[in-house]
């Protein structure tokens, strides 16, 4: 693909349209070591700000950051047995240190579970001490066998949080804050609808007690799992006596959760928001929201032109709403060239600058996601440019929400149907469940659907189903199925 | 040592007290990993904030923020020799992924340089990329052999920077550009004086052309390194064939900088503001600055205290000069047990608040620094808070560059005397230097001093030494001289 080319249009191959996007606008790109990318500007500051957000919310509910070691003794992740199961086929492995064989190998954090609950335990020792809320901002490692920039790397960024509590309704409390936390996030920042709920036992994280889960929908109608909130109960405590001493002068082991996002949120937003021309980038993410495009021919336009542009940088990046705005003075390239290329990368507005414009005291604001183009008065530009932006936000949570809507479908359902859905254009299935494991497994097998959640009350049918979908017998649960990544 | 013990006096045994007051004032704590430590929330916290206050720094000169993999292909560490030299010896390294033996093993980074001018070379063609100004916060990996808490670990995070320039000019004045920030960043954020200057050929960074350093004098007259800036000249870029197509139509290689801060700086925080009773952390880089300590009796004194106590914090996190503030509302703990634990801890201003202040109106304010205490009356408590966390930020710097001063020595010096100094209480020697390896050698196998710096003209002696401090033959340069961690 030559850099003047366009994209891959969605409708012919999703998989090669995102791919080329991430890479054409210097998203993300392949490193020399397998499975592992490398963030490069302009995805990383979509991550920085993600990472703020998220932070400043965990941090309102008392969690505090901290940071524990990248290496795990091996022996330690053998401590929760199903822990080590789900996680030994997936581990990097240290073996070597300062030029010598180790005497016990160190394993690179595939999640902190582990090490971060034996320090709990040495920090714990009374029903004073809890709740302890921390949660660290790190890369982890998972031995991935295929990868896809961003969606599914070797290394990956995250936060994970772990927490501690005294009593088991704390600790659900503390997996259902988070995830409300998350679905807030997803919604209110990145513009992505979710749906929320309790996974299967055959999906939930290795040594949970319960995982929940968030579940977007991309454009190509598969789920992508976008952040999980897991109730650990005491099995982690158990395994690294974790105990503390309660008010009434008894011991007893703490109960623990723990939580992740992950820089796949990048490829979700791609995903999510993307057009056949690039990226789009809901406002409250964007690092830029707002870039100026001077046009000009000659060269005392130009100095007049830059002039304004700058101060409407200065101007817009003051007050109640400051707007993050960038001036493109780059030299040598045609205003066509610069706005093809920040359409490509996905900044909500473009103001268009011109020795006419100035004359009438106006610009030209154009919308990415919705491309629509209108003057406006520079006199009222910070405010026109704040209500956009924030009408662009709402817009694409609304887009997005609808097109999930209409490619999620609900109500009784045969199995027959089930499939043609799910082979076909595919979507979130709405269908009863008799909750085996072996109706689970069939349709999995048979379809490549899995349960994503048992959804959440608001997101459960009005009409509860009474059949399993598969095996035709009493449902016990509603569950939602897709294709995921 | 017991909870309710008093740290070891920095006279007694200043390690010990590192140590203590690391662990007790919960800055950090070992692992079960050797060599690796946990940085608690107190201690990140405080990185943090130098994260933040660097990062803005950084970005100001137009420096963007990306993220390379953990993990180098062995084979790349080896393109520069000096490189792979300076580093083998250090490395952990990843043999087995996905439980299988790796073809190529993979090195932990314990920097880098490597990974990241092999995907310069991908991205840069022409001119018109460069420069390319590029930072990623991250962990690194190096196999040290005697390890302290934050001043050397096996796994430390930092920040590391990589530029790429088109002339020799540009990458020189970079290197200097950030050396710059170091320092406006030690000297005002973290309140530490340092000298600044380069580093002899035996001390520079492996594969460098020339490494720049800032030094500051810890409170036991020992030298720590805090920030490192790298001219590497070409020798990365003819390694990875970083090369680019000048604006007169030609190619040739570029020029980088690199350039390093880490977590090894909360210890040199520790080490020049610590004193015998906890921590004193310089309100720009303190999580809280002003704690409330509630004093009450009566159940109905604790809620009209606490109630003023949330006012206070809530009317001072606003405004112009906002000042992150704590209410300290812990039940079963006197006001003396906080007072202690806040002390430990180095937040800069604690306000002591009871109800005969309430009556009058006022509270106590007392200074961390220099626990200077007065009645503050609370109408003006807004201003005089940021005040006196401005003064103490001042008089911190002061402080420590006054003992700075009063242990260095100038002038004209015999080896015997140097000897003397270095042997004793130590301190920094500024001493004349004929600018050979042997004479470097000697001085350091005999003493344990090296040269820190070859300090800059601003930090230079006003009569330039005459002599070499060992041999007695002309001096080339002058050299600053210690001991250091």
Redesign the interface.
């Known amino acids: 693909m030559a850099d003047d080319q366009k994209l891959t249009t969605r409708e012919a191959d999703f998989g090669a349209w995102y791919n080329e996007l991430v890479l054409k606008s210097e998203l993300a ?1 392949y ?3 397998r499975g ?6 302009n995805g ?2 979509i ?2 700000r993600m990472q703020r957000a998220m932070d400043d919310m965990f941090k309102e509910t008392g969690v ?10 091996e022996s ?1 992740l053998h401590k929760e047995a199903r822990h080590v199961a789900g996680f ?12 010598k064989v180790l005497e016990e ?2 394993v ?1 954090r595939p999640t902190s579970e582990t ?1 971060i609950y ?2 709990f335990a ?2 714990v020792q009374s029903y ?1 001490d809890l709740p302890l809320l ?1 949660n660290q901002w ?2 982890a ?1 998972r ?1 991935e ?1 295929r990868t896809r920039l961003f969606l599914r790397t070797m ?1 990956f ?1 995250w936060q994970e949080g772990h927490t501690a509590h005294a009593t088991a309704e704390e600790g659900e409390a503390e997996t259902r804050l988070i995830l409300g936390i998350y679905r807030r996030f997803m919604e209110e920042w990145a513009a992505m609808p979710v749906v929320t709920g309790r996974k299967s036992e055959s999906e939930k994280f290795a040594g949970a007690l319960r995982t929940y889960a968030c579940e977007g929908m991309m454009q190509d109608n598969k789920a992508l799992q976008a952040g999980t909130s897991h109730n650990l109960g005491q099995n982690f405590a158990k395994a690294f006596d974790l105990k503390f001493q309660t008010e009434a002068g008894g011991t007893e082991f703490a109960w623990n959760t723990s939580w992740g996002v992950s820089t796949r949120m990048v490829g979700g937003l791609v995903m999510t928001h993307g057009d056949d021309i690039g990226l789009r980038v809901p406002p409250k993410l964007a690092p830029t929201e707002l870039v100026v495009v001077p046009i000009y021919r000659a060269e005392e336009q130009r100095a007049q032109v830059l002039s304004v542009a700058h101060q409407i940088r200065s101007d817009l990046s003051k007050g109640a709403s400051p707007v993050r705005v960038h001036v493109d003075a780059r030299e ?1 390239m045609t205003p066509g060239a610069k706005y093809y290329d920040w359409e490509l990368r996905g900044v909500p507005l473009r103001l268009e600058l011109g020795p006419r414009d100035l004359e009438k005291a106006q610009g030209i604001l154009v919308r990415r996601d919705s491309r629509e183009k209108r003057p406006v008065p520079l006199a009222e530009l910070s405010r026109t440019a704040t209500e956009t932006l924030a009408a662009i936000q709402h817009d694409m949570y609304t887009t997005a929400r609808d097109r999930r809507d209409a490619h999620s479908y609900r109500g009784p359902i045969t199995y027959a149907r089930f499939r043609e859905i799910i082979d076909g254009d595919g979507g979130f299935v709405y269908a009863g469940w008799c909750g085996t494991d072996a109706c689970e497994a069939v349709i999995k097998e048979e379809t490549k659907a899995t349960i994503r959640v048992l959804p959440d009350p608001e997101f459960q049918s009005p009409d509860a189903p009474r059949t399993c979908v598969k095996c035709g017998n009493d449902a016990t649960v509603e569950a939602m199925w897709a294709k995921a990544y």
Chains 1, 2 share one sequence.
């Open positions: 790109d490193s020399p070591v592992c990318m490398v963030i490069r500007p990383y500051g991550w920085e505090q950051n901290a940071y524990f070691p990248l290496f795990i003794p330690y030994a086929p997936e581990l990097a492995v240290v073996t070597i240190g300062g030029g190998p160190l690179v090490i034996a320090m040495k920090w004073r921390i790190c890369n490692v031995w066998m290394e960024l040598n």
